[in-house]
Every structure is written in structure tokens, then in C-alpha cells.
């Protein structure tokens, strides 16, 4: 087809059957022969042929006219090929601008790991595949962010989205929240498996040569990159802060497109990473500078709190000290006054009209005598803080064989029963067997016509268990709501603070107090202490009253 009788295709105007190659709409290129021979016939095999005849019939003449037209080829293909390296190139310049306007003033490490991996996956530039960001930390790394297709199918779809949506620089950079969460969490499972130690041979390598190290499948490799990338050579970037401390790397790989990565766009790729390092280091030194404030400020207000408690003991201690002195000057007149009126009533008469005015005195006295023990205990309740691991059995033991000899005078039987191997509990001795005879006393007082009283022990549940019960006339349920407030007493000699003073006691050991009552059948009182987790030692307590 390429000769019409003496005349050639490439030398024939106007002429439709002369050039198949013509498509609808390029008609125009049939009148136009120079336009047609620069479009069309240039790259067509028949001029080729054409002129390859007329050099075998006619000479070299003809034989140049090929030479030049192969060679013009082949310059076009390597300015086309230089044209594509300058729009890569423009993409990269234009992206590395981008990224740095876009990291300038940003401080969170999410953001900046999400942006630096966008800049190396988008675009044509770089295009990588899929990208994983590992930090630096404790002597080791650890999977941190990952972006990218997980296979095939989802690619193609992403690719598609991106070209739909038609989305500049701008929009790629824009930090997502919601989509940083979503790629956080389709690679979760991997991320959880790439944690390596800085030993590793491979990331040493990176190290020491501070540079990016392509990694081929042959390399020798932790079996987590083995599984993940499956003969799919990958490259490693590492971050270096400006004293050269390792801050992370990240992982690029094309195992969809294959693409292979040149020396020039490996340089370029450093130049981004120095970029994303500065930002990297900026976003690490602040939240270890917002810890460190925020360590500073809870230690700031731990030491308000304690200087305030401080001084709150000291006031309460000074206090405490106080009322001691206070209730040691008022109980040796009370003790002269109520012996001093014994010693008169002993020389009256029956007869004598004083007697009675005497034994009033002595009953005020007792009163005044019971209410000073009470605010003593009381005060030492409060202000004794020493706490040691006590035998609960020993201190019930003891109350039992002191109490007893009281009990039978007003015909109330004392019964023991002792769980064997107690567990220790912490807390105060005095403290403790205070809390307890307040509850003895108060079940004695409640059968003045004699009884049964029931001392008992045992452990449940982590906790050591008092049990005191009692065979007396029970009480009210309107006292049973009072019976722990400060200063409520049903009878005529107390002040009101023994049973209050015991829950204070029970409570600040981190246990807990309860009575349960039946009318004309008696109550029980149960102390629940919690069980020492120190086999011995000494602990002061200081959280006061």
C-alpha cells in the first residue's frame, strides 16, 4: 500500500484509500501531506520500508534520509523519557513542599506520621504501595501507624476513588482523624507483630549507615517481615534526631506494581525523610514535655495535698495534745471529790440528812469520771497513728479474761470460741481492744440481770470476723438508727462516744462495723478487718482523724 503507481502514500494529497492509519475526525491530515507526515507517517513502518528500497535502488542518499529518521526517533523517546523524569520530578519538588508548609507548625506524632506516610504512597512521584511507620522506644521498635492497600481488590478501588474525586496535594495532606483510626486498625494485627530490637541485624545495618537500605527477599530478615512481605522486596528509612538519636523508621514496598526504586529517587526520598524527621523529633520532644508537666503538676499537687495534711496533723495533734492535758487536770479533782465524798459518807450516820447529798455528789463524780475516759479514749482513738500486723485472737483473748470476773458478779457468762490460724490484720493494739471492751461493756450494761455473752472469731472472704452477741432485751429500732452518732447515749452515766469512737477505730483499719437486733432475744455485733497483705513490719498511718 505504501506505492500508487510512480507516486509513494506519504507523498499523495487528498487521496482517503492512500493512509489507513487516518481515524475519523483526523480527515484534515489528507490535504495537510507535511502535517500528516510528522503525525502519522513518522513513526509508520512503511516510510521505513519505503526508504530502506530507494537506498537499495538509489545509494547512501536515500540510506541518510533513514539513518536520520531512526536517530530522531529515538532522540524523541529520550526527550519524552526526560519530559516524564521532569514531571516526576515537579510532583516530588511540588509534594516536598507541600509536606514541609504542612508539617510546620504541627506537633501531634499522629498527624505527622500520617502525613509524612501520604507523601510517600500518593501521587505518581513516589507512589509506593503501602508504607508502615515504626517508633523508637525502650531499646526498641515497635509498629506504630501503617497506611496502604491490604490486596489487589482494594487498591484498584482506591485508585479509582482518588482519580474520581480529582484531589490536590492539599487535600491528600489534610489530616484525618477518622481515617488515621481506619488504617490504624486494618493493620492492627501486623502492627502488633512488628516489635524488634534495635540488635536486629537489619535495622543495625540502617544504623550505622544512616541511610535507606533496600531489602531484598533474599537478605536475612525477622520472621515478621518475612510473613508480611513475602518476597516482596521493601525499603527501610530511618529517623534521626539532629543529635543522631533513632527516632523510628518506616517500611515503603510496591507489592502490587513491582516498581523498582532509582538511585536519584532514593535521594529524594532522604530529603523527605530529613523533613518528616525535624517534625517527628519536634512532636516526640513535646509529649515528653507535656508528661513531664503533667508528672510535675500531679507531684505538685500530691505535695499540696500533703503539706496540707501536715499541717492538719500538727493542728490535730497539737489539739489532741491539748484535750490529754485538759482531761489529766480535770480527773485527779474529779477522782478527790468523789473519794473525798466517800470518806464522808463512810463517817455520816444513816440518819444524817447529808448522806444523801453526798451520794449525789458521789454519782456526779463517777459521771464526770466515765465521760473523761471516754473523751480519752477518744482522743487517743484519733491521734494514735502507729499500725503493726496484730494476732486478732490475742487481744479478744485478753478482753475475755479480763471481762469475765466482771460478768459473773452480775451473773453474765462469758463464752469463747477462737478460730484456729488466724490471719494478721494491721492496725493499732490499743486501738483495737478499746473498740472491742466499748462493745463488751455496752453488751454486759445490756443485762443487768445476767445472761450470755459470746466472744468469737474466724476468717471469710478475705477478712478476719469478731463476733460479740449477746442474750440481752435487744434494741429499738429509732435507737438502732442513732447507735453510731457522736454524743447519743440511752443511759444516765456516758457520754456517747464509746460506740462512735468504734466505728472510727474499725473504719480507719479499712473495715467495716454492723449490729443486728431482736427484740427480747438479744443483739450481735460483727467487726469485719481486713487481712494484712505484709507478713511483719511497721507502718505509720498518717491520715489523721
Not at 504 to 519: D, F, L, Q, T, Y
Not at 524 to 533: A, F, G, K, Y
Request: glycine letters at 8%; a negative charge.
Amino acid at each position: 500500500m505504501a506505492k500508487f503507481g510512480e507516486n509513494y502514500c506519504w507523498t499523495i494529497k487528498d487521496d482517503p484509500s492512500v493512509c489507513p492509519f487516518i481515524k475519523p475526525g483526523e480527515e484534515h491530515l489528507l490535504g495537510d501531506l507535511e502535517r500528516r507526515n510528522r503525525e502519522k507517517c513518522i513513526e509508520c513502518e512503511e516510510l521505513r520500508n519505503d526508504l530502506k528500497k530507494m537506498a537499495d535502488e538509489k545509494g547512501n542518499f536515500f540510506q541518510a534520509f533513514q539513518t536520520i529518521l531512526d536517530e530522531s526517533s529515538k532522540r524523541e523517546q529520550t526527550i519524552i523519557r526526560y519530559g516524564r523524569s521532569l514531571e516526576i520530578k515537579e510532583e516530588m519538588f511540588d509534594m516536598l513542599v507541600h509536606l514541609s508548609t504542612s508539617l510546620k507548625l504541627v506537633l501531634d506524632v499522629d498527624e505527622i506520621l500520617y502525613k509524612g506516610l501520604v507523601a510517600f504512597t500518593m501521587g505518581s512521584s513516589f507512589g509506593f504501595n503501602r508504607a508502615i511507620a515504626l517508633l523508637a522506644g525502650n531499646k526498641k521498635l515497635k509498629g506504630y501507624f501503617a497506611i496502604g492497600p491490604k490486596d489487589q481488590e482494594e487498591a484498584l478501588f482506591i485508585w479509582k476513588e482518588l482519580t474520581e474525586k480529582n484531589l490536590t496535594v492539599q487535600d491528600l495532606l489534610r489530616f484525618s482523624p477518622h481515617i488515621f483510626s481506619k488504617e490504624k486498625e486494618k493493620f492492627s494485627k501486623i502492627l502488633e507483630r512488628l516489635e524488634f530490637n534495635l540488635s536486629e541485624e537489619l535495622f543495625k545495618n540502617v544504623f550505622k549507615a544512616e541511610t535507606i537500605l533496600r531489602v531484598s527477599p533474599e537478605d536475612e530478615m525477622p520472621s515478621a517481615l518475612r510473613d508480611f512481605y513475602r518476597g516482596t522486596p521493601f525499603w527501610v528509612i530511618p529517623f534521626f534526631s539532629h543529635l543522631k538519636r533513632l527516632l523510628g523508621v518506616i517500611l515503603l514496598d510496591n507489592f502490587l506494581t513491582r516498581k523498582e526504586v532509582s538511585s536519584e529517587e532514593m535521594r529524594v526520598m532522604e530529603i523527605f525523610a530529613t523533613e518528616i524527621s525535624l517534625a517527628l523529633e519536634r512532636g516526640l520532644t513535646y509529649e515528653e514535655l507535656e508528661e513531664k508537666v503533667g508528672t510535675l503538676e500531679e507531684a505538685n499537687v500530691k505535695l499540696k495535698e500533703h503539706q496540707e495534711l501536715i499541717m492538719k496533723l500538727r493542728a490535730e495533734a497539737s489539739i489532741g495534745e491539748m484535750v490529754l492535758q485538759l482531761t489529766h487536770s480535770f480527773k485527779n479533782p474529779v477522782i478527790a471529790i468523789g473519794g473525798l465524798a466517800w470518806v464522808l459518807k463512810k463517817k455520816t450516820t444513816a440518819e444524817n440528812t447529808n448522806t444523801k447529798y453526798m451520794d449525789a455528789i458521789l454519782e456526779e463524780a463517777v459521771k464526770l469520771e466515765k465521760t473523761l475516759k471516754d473523751f480519752v479514749n477518744f482522743v487517743k482513738t484519733r491521734y494514735l497513728s502507729g499500725k503493726s500486723p496484730l494476732d486478732i485472737n490475742k487481744v479478744v483473748e485478753l478482753l475475755y479474761q479480763e471481762k469475765r470476773a466482771k460478768g459473773k458478779l452480775q451473773g453474765v457468762n462469758f463464752h469463747l470460741n477462737l478460730a484456729n490460724d488466724l490471719p494478721m490484720i494491721l492496725g493499732n493494739e490499743y486501738q483495737l481492744y478499746n473498740c472491742i471492751e466499748n462493745i463488751v461493756n455496752n453488751s454486759i450494761e445490756a443485762m443487768p440481770e445476767g445472761g450470755e455473752l459470746f466472744l468469737e472469731t474466724e476468717a471469710q472472704d478475705g477478712f478476719v470476723l469478731v463476733g460479740i452477741k449477746d442474750t440481752g432485751p435487744g434494741i429499738s429500732d429509732e435507737v438502732m438508727k442513732n447507735l453510731f452518732q457522736p454524743f447519743f447515749t440511752t443511759k444516765t452515766i456516758g457520754s456517747g462516744l464509746g460506740l462512735y469512737t468504734s466505728k472510727e477505730i474499725i473504719e480507719k483499719m479499712g473495715g467495716n462495723i454492723a449490729v443486728s437486733c431482736e427484740r427480747e432475744k438479744g443483739c450481735r455485733v460483727t467487726i469485719m478487718l481486713p487481712i494484712s497483705e505484709k507478713g511483719g513490719g511497721y507502718e505509720q498511718d498518717f491520715s489523721g482523724g
